[in-house]
């Protein structure tokens, strides 16, 4: 659900700068790209939090920020400053849930690590490749408010998928 979104938003990015709101073409998207800096500068709190209180917790701490993220493209989108804030949100939060994840992965059972780790990141990229159609898709049906929505649709199910697991552990087995 994470790389969905993530893709789906950096897929219309460059339709969105090309509109009469920014009048910008699609190579000033990668000039936003390098706001992406602050996520991977985040990665190493984000994993020292994941040791100390648990990938669970720092996994909805990334859900959070992502859905803060396109939260601030629906309302402050067509704004520089907004767009710029929603960026480093939702890297931020993508890059948590993806060390979240891993740390999650890196529990389950060592013989098999390799392997969950590529199910997990082929299943992840999968994720990013229909995030890329899906955006296209919506964007061409309902333009930049359309996008939004997706992201923040895809944010709360990942909060409800993430929510029914966090309970299921909580409960004991008999």
Do not use: E
């Not at 700068?17 to 000033?28: E, F, I, N």
């Not at 998207?29 to 939090?49: D, I, K, N």
């Not at 917790?57 to 990334?62: D, H, K, R, V």
């Amino acid at each position: 659900m994470m790389f969905t979104t993530f893709s789906a938003f950096w897929t219309t990015l460059s339709f969105l700068l090309k509109t009469p709101v920014y009048h910008l073409g699609a190579q000033a998207a990668g000039m936003f790209g390098l706001l992406g800096v602050v996520g991977a500068l985040a990665t190493s709190v984000a994993g020292r939090v994941a040791d100390k209180k648990g990938p669970s917790f720092t996994l909805a701490i990334g859900i959070s920020l992502s859905a803060a993220g396109f939260i601030c493209f629906w309302i402050f989108g067509y704004q520089m400053w907004g767009l710029i804030c929603g960026i480093i949100l939702l890297d931020l939060g993508v890059q948590t849930a993806q060390i979240s994840n891993q740390a999650k992965i890196n529990t389950l059972d060592a013989a098999s690590r390799s392997r969950n780790n590529a199910v997990y990141m082929a299943s992840y990229f999968i994720g990013g490749a229909f995030g890329s159609f899906l955006g296209s898709y919506v964007w061409r049906l309902f333009g930049w408010t359309g996008v939004c929505a997706l992201g923040v649709v895809f944010q709360i199910l990942a909060a409800m998928i993430h929510l029914a697991g966090f309970k299921r552990n909580l409960i004991p087995h008999t």
